[in-house]
Structures are given as structure tokens and as C-alpha cells.
């Protein structure tokens, strides 16, 4: 038995050209909240910025500076902070104010709205990107690399490592119980991972073995690493954990974290609030 479509009926639109629509409504909406903006962009920034002054000195066997150690892997916080963080908080504010309820009682598939906050999410991680790039190229001195596969390898780094912090950041927005407690609950492990990760230490391979251990399971220590085989020369090496750039590893553990966040984001996701139950 064969449905026929009456002349005129209007197509629903697919879950994609919603999320397209949906991601522009997010854009307008982030870009409108200045202090927002101006947090978002200015916390990995400054950091740098700081922590780059502060840094000195020239390594062993290399022309790398502390600074140009240090920049690849801020611009690898720079991406966890714009995904993790920022869809974190605010889709439990989303969900804190009714916003969430309200899109799941709307004729929208579930997954445009998903789509949406994951391109606002990635158009904002590559606006900080730059901006982390040029800091380090202007003050630091960073040499950015003219070898098209190193650009290829920060391509697929780019997109696994802001994939995995995405949906990680969608599944720990259930964590928080409102929209005044996201900002807390998100920050807290931002920051003791960016620390045992080492983004704020250098060299990574100096830090104690147990925090190695434990920042080794983490997305954020293979994002850094893969950036950090773009930028810095393999005579840095020494300065690693292991004296290789592990591209396979970096790419094993990353798929493996997008893969665990989809599944997280399945199975822990709330369309309604505590309170609301």
C-alpha cells in the first residue's frame, strides 16, 4: 500500500536544516549576552597571556620557549572551555528556565536542537582559536607550520577533541541542579583536568606519575598533545612523557571519548528539571 502526498502539503523540514536554523537563534542569542562573550573569550586568553609572561627560559636540545611550550596546549583548554563548559551551563540554564521542556512538546526532532548548540558551540571554539593563535604568533613568537599535514593532523585533532568535549559537556549538564550551580559544577573539573593534564604546567613530562596516570584517561592531555606536534618542533620531544607524538593514540582515545559522550548523552540526558519532576 502505497501514501500519496496531496499536491501542496508542506514537507516537514529535516532535523538538519532545523539545526541549522536553530544554531542561528543560539549565535544571536550568545553573541547578544556581551559579559558572556567577553568571559568566554577572554579566560583562556588571559591565561596565556599571564602564564606566558610568567614562564621563561629556553628548553634543552630545543629553540622552544616556555611560552611556545605553553600556547598549544592553552588553545587546547581554549576548545574544552568553549564546548565542555559553555553547552554545559547552558543548556542547564535551558533546562532550569523551561526552554528544554517547551522544545520537547514543540513539532522539532530532539536532535535539531543538539545540532544547534553544537554549531554555536564550534563557530565560538574556532573564534577562540584564532584569538589563541594570535596571541602566541604576536607575542610569544610561534611559528605556525607550513607542512600540510601538520595542519591536516590540527584539523582531525580539532574536530575529535571539540566533539568529545561537546558531548561530554551535554552529558554533565545533568549534573547540576539549576542554572546557578552549572557554572561551579562545570568549572570544577575544567580545572583539575586542564591542571593534571598539564595545560598549565610545563613541561608535561615533569608532572608526578599519578597525576600522569589519571590526566592520561582525559580527552584534554591528547588534545594537547596533538597540538602540540603541530606547532613545536619533534626536537621538544625529550620534554614529553615518552618520546613520541603518539598520533595514533591521540586519535584512539579522542574517537573513544566522542563514542563514551554519545553514550553518556543517551543514557543521562534530562529534558525537565529536578524540580519539575
Not at 57 to 72: K, N
Not at 150 to 164: H, I, K, M, Q
Request: proline residues 7%; positive net charge; aromatic residues 10%.
Amino acid at each position: 500500500m502505497t501514501t500519496t502526498v496531496r499536491p501542496g502539503t508542506p514537507q516537514r523540514p529535516s532535523a538538519v536544516r532545523l539545526g541549522l536554523h536553530r544554531a542561528t537563534i543560539e549565535l544571536k542569542g550568545f553573541f547578544r549576552e556581551r559579559d558572556a562573550v567577553a568571559f568566554t573569550f577572554a579566560m583562556p586568553a588571559v591565561i596565556l597571556a599571564l602564564l606566558g609572561s610568567i614562564f621563561d627560559g629556553v628548553y634543552p636540545g630545543s629553540d622552544v620557549t616556555s611560552a611556545q611550550y605553553l600556547a598549544p596546549s592553552m588553545i587546547a583548554a581554549g576548545v574544552a572551555s568553549t564546548t565542555f563548559i559553555n553547552l554545559g551551563t547552558g543548556i542547564a540554564a535551558d533546562r532550569d528556565d523551561g526552554t528544554l521542556r517547551r522544545l520537547r512538546g514543540a513539532p522539532m526532532p530532539p536532535s535539531a536542537y543538539f545540532i544547534g548548540k553544537i554549531l554555536m558551540a564550534l563557530v565560538v571554539t574556532v573564534g577562540e582559536t584564532v584569538l589563541l593563535l594570535g596571541i602566541a604568533v604576536l607575542a610569544f613568537d610561534l611559528s605556525l607550520p607550513t607542512d600540510p599535514v601538520r595542519w591536516l593532523t590540527f584539523g582531525w585533532v580539532f574536530l575529535l577533541g571539540a566533539t568529545a568535549c561537546a558531548l561530554t559537556g551535554i552529558a554533565a549538564s545533568s549534573l547540576a541542579g539549576s542554572a546557578r550551580s552549572a557554572g561551579a559544577v562545570m568549572n570544577l573539573p575544567y580545572l583539575v583536568l586542564a591542571f593534571i593534564s598539564g595545560v598549565f604546567y610545563t613541561p608535561v613530562g615533569q608532572l608526578p606519575e599519578p597525576l600522569l596516570t589519571v590526566g592520561s584517561l582525559f580527552p584534554l592531555k591528547w588534545m594537547a598533545q596533538g597540538f602540540r606536534s603541530v606547532f613545536l618542533p619533534d626536537s621538544i620531544l625529550p620534554q614529553e612523557v615518552v618520546p613520541s607524538w603518539e598520533p595514533g593514540r591521540i586519535a584512539l582515545v579522542l574517537a573513544a571519548w566522542c563514542i563514551g559522550g554519545m553514550v553518556l548523552c543517551l543514557t543521562t540526558f534530562r529534558w525537565r528539571g529536578r524540580r519539575s519532576r
